[in-house]
């Protein structure tokens, strides 16, 4: 099967977005778990579209399932080994905000690059 570096195209301006990172520290004080949770940070990387927004009708309601992929230098955490996930915001400034679900080399296609598949967080409006 041929390979393709696509390095260029991650590289480049025209492709590339600026998203918000929020990472999530646990630390334990007097046995128990507190979360103190970091500033956002921006980092650049090239954003793909998933699936779309989908409708998922259940008992308990309605909600929006949707996805998408983040390519960037650095490894978003995907919440394994005891870590909580990390949140991409993107849009900025939009509010919509997805969990990173799956986290993955992506020397595949580019070295240096790293893919995260995000899932939309349910909205629940600001009270």
Sequence with gaps: MPRMNVARILRSPKFRTKVAVIRTTQTLEHG???NVASAPRTISAVVVQGNGDQLVRQAEGERIMANITVIARERLDDGHQGRTADIVEWPL???NRYTV???SDYSEMSVGFWQAICTL???????
Excluded: Q
């Design 93 to 95: 400034g939009s509010g």
């Design 101 to 103: 679900t799956l986290s």
């Design 121 to 127: 967080n349910p909205m629940v409006p600001v009270s």
């Design 32 to 34: 128990r778990s507190v």
